[in-house]
C-alpha cells in the first residue's frame, strides 16, 4: 500500500517503487502509481507517464499530467526518438528539438528513459518539466533506476498480451 504523505525524497521513491514490487501489485497499477509518485513527488514536473510499444508506434499508458497524444510513430518525437536509439534522452529545451511534440505548451524540458528487457523495447518512460534543463545526469541515474525496477517486475510481461511488444 503507497502512503503518499510519506515519500519525500529519490530513496523514499525508490524504495517506494521497490515495495509495489516485491509486493507483486498489478502490472497497470503499480505503474499508475509510478508515475503519480513521480508527478507529485518530485519538483517542477508537469508530465510524468508511460508509453507502451505497440509494433513501429508507442501507445499512451498510465500518466499524471495533462491529456496526451495517444499515439506516435517509433522515431517521431521525443518519445519516438528514445524509443528508436533505445537510449536516455535528454531535451534541455524542447522548443530547440525539431521533432517535439507538444501536447502541453507549459512543457520545458522533458527526458524519456527507454523500458527495456533483454535488448527489447517494451515502451517508454516519459518526463516533462516547465522548466529549461530541469534533468540532469544525476536524475537521468535516479530515472534509469526506476526503469530498471519497473523491468523487474513478476508480470512485466503481461502487457505481451495487450500490446505487441
Ligand atoms: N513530448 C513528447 C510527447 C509526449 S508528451 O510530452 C506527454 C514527445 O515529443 O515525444
Not at 505497440?54 to 524509443?83: H, M, Q, T, W
Not at 523500458?115 to 530515472?143: C, E, Q, T
Request: aromatic share 8%; glycine share 4%; hydrophobic share 40%.
Amino acid at each position: 500500500m503507497i502512503h503518499k504523505h510519506s515519500i519525500s525524497s529519490k530513496e523514499d521513491i525508490i524504495q517506494t517503487i521497490n515495495q509495489s514490487i516485491i509486493d507483486k501489485t498489478h502490472i497497470i497499477s503499480c505503474l499508475a502509481n509510478v508515475a503519480s509518485i513521480i508527478y507529485h513527488s518530485l519538483e517542477n514536473i508537469n508530465w510524468a507517464g508511460f508509453y507502451f510499444r505497440n509494433n513501429y508506434e508507442l501507445l499512451l499508458g498510465p500518466f499524471c499530467g495533462k491529456p496526451a497524444c495517444e499515439r506516435i510513430l517509433i522515431d517521431n518525437g521525443v518519445c519516438g526518438y528514445s524509443a528508436k536509439i533505445k537510449k536516455t534522452v535528454i531535451i534541455p529545451n524542447v522548443d530547440n528539438f525539431e521533432n517535439h511534440i507538444a501536447c502541453d505548451p507549459n512543457s520545458k524540458s522533458e527526458i524519456v528513459i527507454p523500458l527495456l528487457k533483454n535488448s527489447i523495447l517494451y515502451g517508454v518512460l516519459d518526463i516533462d518539466s516547465p522548466k529549461i534543463d530541469r534533468f540532469n545526469a544525476d536524475d537521468k541515474l535516479f530515472f534509469e533506476k526506476i526503469t530498471e525496477l519497473i523491468m523487474k517486475h513478476p508480470d512485466i510481461d503481461l502487457l505481451k498480451n495487450i500490446y505487441k511488444i
